[in-house]
């Protein structure tokens, strides 16, 4: 039997001053009552009530397990009515995780829209290119993009995105333009730190990376 429930009886019994009082209020039988009456007297090994056809009186373990299980009750009501809030109003601290340059560029003024829909909550936003660890790092959330590696993780699509190939118009006007992606092997390419293969790009629809011959001139985790 569940024990705040027998809790809950006990003090409707004291209460009411009968079991038939009792079961009204909890809309259960007497018999129920007397179950979870006796259950409680049974664990606890000793009597809380006096009962006899005319009246019942508390005995001194009753009146202080009385006490106590209203006190029990009460912080039970104050919990659910703090969890209750928080569901309704969020509070608290919010810990991010995101990609560098996409959290600067896109998560961060988001945040100062969320962080005024919701006053009460506090955000700590981690901007980092390495996958973290959401349960030893203590993150509440992720966001990454690509595939994820960890099945163990509860995911969700946001938004496509798309990298692009781009150079400055100086570089362009001296090394020229390519026009095909085999072009881009002769061409000084940048390289990201976190990538494993360096001197290769991934392209959508490629069945192969595009390699460039030399080392790349400059490798940057942002």
């Known amino acids: 039997m569940d024990k705040l429930r027998a ?13 038939t009082g009792a079961a ?10 007397g179950k979870y009456i ?11 009530l006096e009962r006899n056809t005319r009246r019942q009186s508390l005995t001194d373990a009753g009146r202080v ?5 209203k006190r029990v009750l009460e912080q ?4 659910e009515s703090s969890v209750e809030r928080l569901r309704v109003a969020p509070a608290g601290t919010l810990r991010i995780s995101a ?38 790092e203590g993150i509440d959330l992720a966001i990454r993009i690509g595939e994820i590696r960890n099945n163990d993780l509860v995911a ?16 362009l006007a001296r090394h020229g333009t390519p026009t095909t992606p085999a072009d ?10 976190v990538w494993t293969a360096r001197n290769e790009w991934k392209l959508p629809g490629a069945e192969e990376g595009v390699r460039w011959k030399r080392d790349a001139v400059l490798r940057c985790n942002d």
């Open 65 to 69: 397990y009385f006490d106590e299980a």
């Open 184 to 193: 881009l092997a002769d061409h000084l390419c940048l390289s990201h730190t």
């Open 7 to 19: 809790m809950e009886t006990f003090i409707a019994v004291v209460e009411c001053g009968s079991f």
């Open 76 to 79: 039970v009501s104050i919990a």
């Open 156 to 171: 969700k699509y946001l938004a496509p995105y798309r990298m692009t190939i781009c150079a400055a118009p100086g570089y």
């Open 24 to 33: 009204a209020r909890l809309e259960m039988s007497a018999v129920m009552v």
């Open 99 to 136: 990609p560098t340059s996409f959290g600067a560029c896109v998560i961060a003024p988001l945040t100062a829209t969320f962080l005024q829909a919701w006053p009460d909550v506090r955000v700590e936003l981690d901007l980092t290119n390495r996958m973290v660890d959401l349960v030893d």
């Open 38 to 48: 006796a259950l409680i007297e049974r664990q606890l090994n000793t009597r809380l």
